[in-house]
Structure formats: structure tokens, C-alpha cells
């Protein structure tokens, strides 16, 4: 079955960076977009941007330019979210979500990961 | 950005009961060459990632229960749902995927009365 396995939890002290893992399995992996998105204490769901796996383009949220970057490992289908500059705010929860295929930049999340939480504290 | 209004924030019903959760999209969000309209509905429940439940704002994910509905047109959404049951408890938002960044509502937290 579709599935995308995420890395586990991450405590980091403010001013440093994180990187986050998603490996997908059950699909072939270059043939859709990968999203993320993130969920602090108490609060809605932001998204951060998206990938495809096939070429490795990205477009990013405003708000995470130039601190994020998302890259792909196509031998091991697996995606990476790294944010850089880490503060309090960041702690959250990260997840990857399975987007459209690759003629469908436009689309729902339809597989998502279970969830990677990322502490930011001193 | 497109900006999503959900409303209630949040939302007591009887078990068996209806529940109406409605989402406003600050612009259209209907790509008008295929007459669909780019609106996900999707529940999170705590520790657990969201679950899609609708897509192109009225067809219901393989699995979802009949007792989920999407509807609308222009920028005014809805989900229902026909008959709540306990493990319905959860929060509902709507999101945007018409456009990036894509955009979320704050969230609906629908509980039992």
C-alpha cells in the first residue's frame, strides 16, 4: 500500500538546523508531487511547499524562503525538509504528503506521513 | 494568498445528528475548463495525521463514509455530515489547492453534545 514513512522526533536548540526524512513506498515515487506541512501546538495547518521528486524543482510558502530547503534522493525515494535558523515558533509538527502526479501540480494531499515533531528549545 | 474562512471555530452535535461546517474562499477557486472546483476537506484527530475526506469540494475519498458530503460552488463551500457518530470527533478544515501557497482554514473542532 501507499505509504510515506517519516524520520523521528527532534529536539534542537534555537539558531540550528533540521532535516526531516520521508521515504515512500507502495507507488512510483518520481511520478508524484510531495508536499509539507506543519502543525504547532494549538494550531491550524501550515503549508511549506512542495517537490517533484522527478526533477527535484520546488516552490516554497513566502514565509520559509531562503530558510527551507526540500530535496529528493530518487535511489532511495526518499524527500528531505530542511529548515535552517530554527526558533521557538518552528516547534511543530512536520508531515510530507503525497500530492498530485507529475501533470498535476494543482491537486489534494492524499497519502500523508505520520508526522515528524521538531522541538526547538534551549 | 487565498485566503480561507471556516465557520464555526467550533461545534457541539447530537450523536445522530447533523453537522454543517462551512469554508469561504477569499477568491474563486473554480478552474472553469474543467468545472472543478480546487477544495479539499480533510479531518485531523490528535496524534493522527489528516485524513482526506473530499476532493474537487464534493467527491468523497475511496473509504469515507457515505455520511460525508461536500458541496458548493463559487467561494462558498460546505461539508455535512448526515449522521454523527462518536468517532466523527475531530477537527474539519477545508483547503485550498487552486493556487500556491496552498492555503488552509483555521479549523472547525466538531464534538458531541
Known amino acids: 500500500q501507499v505509504q510515506l514513512v517519516q524520520s523521528g522526533a527532534e529536539v534542537k536548540e534555537p539558531g540550528a538546523s533540521v532535516k526531516v526524512s520521508c521515504k515512500a513506498s507502495?507507488?512510483?515515487?518520481?511520478?508524484?508531487?510531495i508536499d509539507w506541512v506543519r502543525q504547532a501546538p494549538g494550531q491550524g495547518l501550515e503549508w511549506m511547499g512542495i517537490?517533484?521528486?522527478?526533477?527535484?524543482?520546488?516552490t516554497y510558502a513566502e514565509k520559509f524562503q531562503g530558510r527551507v530547503t526540500m530535496t529528493r534522493d530518487t535511489s532511495t525515494s526518499t524527500v528531505y525538509m530542511e529548515l535552517n535558523s530554527l526558533r521557538s515558533e518552528d516547534t511543530a509538527v512536520y508531515y510530507c504528503a503525497r500530492g498530485g502526479s507529475y501533470r498535476d501540480f494543482y491537486y489534494y494531499m492524499d497519502v500523508w506521513g505520520k508526522g515528524t515533531t521538531v522541538t526547538v528549545s534551549s | 494568498d487565498i485566503v480561507m474562512t471556516q465557520s464555526p471555530d467550533s461545534l457541539a452535535v447530537s450523536l445522530g445528528e447533523r453537522a454543517t461546517i462551512n469554508c469561504k474562499s477569499s477568491q474563486s477557486i473554480l478552474y472553469s475548463s474543467e468545472n472543478k472546483h480546487y477544495l479539499a476537506w480533510y479531518q485531523k484527530k490528535p496524534g493522527q495525521p489528516p485524513k482526506i475526506l473530499i476532493y474537487?469540494?464534493?467527491t468523497r475519498e475511496s473509504g469515507v463514509p457515505d455520511r460525508f458530503s461536500g458541496s458548493g460552488s463559487g467561494t462558498d463551500f460546505t461539508l455535512t455530515i448526515s449522521s454523527l457518530q462518536a468517532e466523527d470527533v475531530a477537527v474539519y478544515y477545508c483547503?485550498?489547492?487552486?493556487?500556491?501557497?496552498?492555503?488552509f482554514g483555521r479549523g472547525t473542532k466538531l464534538e458531541i453534545k
Open positions: 507502495g507507488y512510483t515515487f518520481i511520478r508524484h508531487y
Open positions: 517537490i517533484n521528486p522527478s526533477g527535484g524543482s520546488t
Open positions: 474537487w469540494a464534493s
Open positions: 483547503q485550498q489547492y487552486y493556487s500556491t501557497p496552498r492555503t
